[in-house]
């Protein structure tokens, strides 16, 4: 039997695992690693929605793919507290698992729709699944330029790409560097070019320059929000979310949904419902995080760094000294235990990001307890003193 040789797409190593000797090197140190290089939640949810999780009766059977009545219910009406929002729970909105295979996802659903289109457009410095769900899709993905703030210039986008558009990806705030887009401004250019805005929403609790916004305040028509509970409620290992947004959009991606199989467990589904429905453990968390991020600054000075607080999520967006993001993580991992995420991981077009190469920068994420953070600051701080 002959083997089969393979010609086409071979994935690239999980950016994370790249810093692997890095953990090594900060594991040998007195207390371990202060791992901060991706954004898993260290601190537990409200006891309320564990409770519901434990007991709700849903293994049994299969659980809805769109989310349960209560689950839908429950999110709509967290989108009109927070955002005055009005969202149909029964024909604009529905259940994804997580966020991230939704954003994976959506390119594969959107050309099935549209095979005449072949573009996923998303910001050059920014999250890497949007690029890679076109990829997976066998999309091209084409990243838009970003101004000085880390917004989305859409300005830059070339009439030819627009033209081919499935989609535009923006997040707000965003990941890596907290920008803040004009979502009003995003929504009329979808609209005005025929293009399917998609806004990842999932720091939007975490909003510190002003008030957080959705791109649904802006009409629904031609655009899909997507939020999760991974950052909101501490939720990533529970995989629960939801997109939001044009009616006739989301019935197809609920109809392509079924048929694929994605369907939040059913545990989780009620787990969901009771996060939705409390607002106060988030305002605790956002306290968390914005003192994190406190520390987190204090300790990029104290490595050379002058990085200034983001717009909102709870990620440091700090340069290197000398310019080197590989050569600034591995000295924080040495000096200090801590691990961080060289720029690279979130520029998947290094000439589209332009002025904003990340390459001289690292995300530095709030995810340790403070005490966690506060060892690795008095390290580096002996450190210096040597």
Same mark, same amino acid.
């Given at each position: 039997?002959?083997?089969l ?16 000797? !890095?953990?090594?090197v &900060? ?29 709700s ?26 955002f ?31 095979? /005449? ?5 998303y ?33 830059s ?12 990806w923006?997040?707000t ?14 929504a ?20 510190? /320059? ?10 629904? =028509? ?12 501490n939720?990533?290992?529970?995989? &629960?979310?939801?997109?939001a ?6 019935h ?5 949904r079924k048929?694929?199989?994605c ?20 305002a605790?968390q956002?306290a ?10 204090e300790?990029?000075?104290? =490595? ?26 591995e ?17 998947? /077009?290094?000439? =589209?990001?332009?002025?904003?190469d990340?390459?001289? !920068?690292?995300?530095? &994420? ?21």
């Amino acid at each position: 039997m002959g083997r089969l040789v393979t010609k086409g797409f071979v994935p690239p190593v999980y950016p994370y695992e790249r810093l692997d000797p !890095f953990r090594a090197v &900060a594991a040998a140190l007195p207390g371990g690693a202060v791992d901060c290089s991706s954004g898993t939640p260290c601190d537990p949810p409200p006891d309320a929605v564990v409770e519901a999780l434990a007991s709700s009766g849903a293994e049994r059977g299969y659980p809805p793919s769109i989310g349960s009545d209560a689950y839908r219910r429950a999110a709509a009406a967290w989108l009109q507290r927070r955002f005055r929002v009005e969202i149909d729970p029964d024909t604009q909105i529905a259940a994804c698992i997580g966020t991230k295979e939704f954003v994976v996802s959506l390119a594969h659903y959107l050309r099935l729709r549209h095979p /005449d289109r072949d573009t996923v457009l998303y910001p050059a410095v920014s999250y890497p699944s949007y690029a890679m769900g076109a990829t997976l899709a066998g999309c091209r993905p084409v990243a838009v330029a970003m101004d000085e703030r880390f917004r989305i210039d859409l300005s830059s986008v070339d009439p030819g790409d627009a033209e081919r558009a499935l989609c535009l990806w923006v997040n707000t705030p965003g990941n890596p560097a907290g920008g803040l887009d004009d979502l009003r401004a995003v929504a009329a250019w979808g609209r005005d070019n025929g293009v399917l805005v998609a806004s990842d929403e999932c720091y939007a609790e975490f909003t510190w /320059d002003g008030s957080p916004g959705s791109v649904l305040e802006h009409g629904t =028509a031609g655009v899909l929000a997507v939020h999760s509970l991974s950052k909101r409620s501490n939720m990533a290992g529970v995989r &629960a979310g939801f997109y939001a947004g044009d009616a006739e959009l989301v019935h197809y991606l609920r109809e392509c949904r079924k048929h694929a199989g994605c369907m939040v467990p059913g545990p989780v589904q009620a787990a969901a419902a009771a996060a939705w429905s409390d607002q106060d453990h988030v305002a605790a968390q956002a306290a968390r995080y914005r003192r994190r991020l406190d520390l987190l600054a204090e300790i990029a000075a104290a =490595a050379g760094s002058g990085a200034e607080l983001p717009g909102g999520a709870f990620y440091l967006w700090a340069p290197a000294p000398g310019g080197d993001a590989w050569a600034f993580a591995e000295m924080l991992a040495r000096r200090a235990g801590l691990i961080v995420s060289p720029g690279e991981f979130y520029c998947v /077009d290094p000439d =589209a990001a332009g002025p904003l190469d990340p390459h001289g !920068f690292v995300r530095i &994420a709030a995810v340790q307890p403070d005490d966690r953070l506060e060892l690795a600051l008095k390290r580096l701080r002996a450190a210096n003193h040597h």
